[in-house]
């Protein structure tokens, strides 16, 4: 009898010791797992206020995955357009921004590389160019443009309050920047020769505040052309 009763004790106490391990356990992972998802929350707090203040809206993994016309057709106010030269996406989109042109008061801004730029040589070898050929396409370009504006001047007195302006400008080639009313697409170019779409971009929206990155890029905008040459249409 005393036996048995020893026998139970015993396992009783370690069922005991048993139940006590485990509820410390439990308390523990409770604790740090509570620890983790407020951390997980904080930095997605975090994150959400980073992008509701820069104002992102949106990042692609490539060129291809941006849809220019959607924006393009939208526009009301402001079309800015930076890039080196653009030959692509101005055969692409050039019809879309015409459109605004001719049917909304938009006002269009179109900044190219000058074709006497001191950076067009070492571009030209960048890209694999023969000498003289990207001063082609940057005159190619303009001329589109052009073009394109004519058709706005034959309108007469039907035409819209819409304004083009063509600049040339001398400094370093980065970003190539699209700003389209209160959204600003920014697509980052390559240091490397290799040819791809896999270029990352960017959406920023026109936010108001501070830290908003529309604003930063819109400054680069208006400064870069405050500082290009202004291109007369006729003297293409």
Known sequence: MLLRTVFFNGVINNIASAVLISGIFSLIDNYLLKDSLVSLILDKVHIKEQIDETGLESMMPG?????????????????????????????????????????????????????????????????????GELKNLINEVSCS??????????????????????YYHKGQPTNAMYRIDDRIIVVQT??????TTRMPSMIFKDTGKEKCFYNIYLKEINQLIKEADPIELNSI
């Open 190 to 195: 390559k240091t490397t020769k290799e040819k």
């Open 63 to 131: 060129i291809a995955d941006i849809n220019y016309k959607y924006y393009i057709k939208e526009a009301q106010n402001n079309i800015d357009i930076v890039h080196i030269y653009g030959r692509t996406w101005t055969s692409t989109n050039i019809e879309e921004v015409t459109d605004r042109l001719l049917n909304s008061d938009c006002c269009v801004r179109v900044v190219l590389v000058h074709p006497d730029s001191l950076f067009v040589p070492a571009l030209e070898e960048h890209f694999g160019y023969e000498k």
């Open 145 to 166: 443009w052009k073009k394109k504006y004519n058709k706005k001047l034959q309108q007469g007195k039907k035409a819209t309050k819409s304004t083009f302006k063509l």
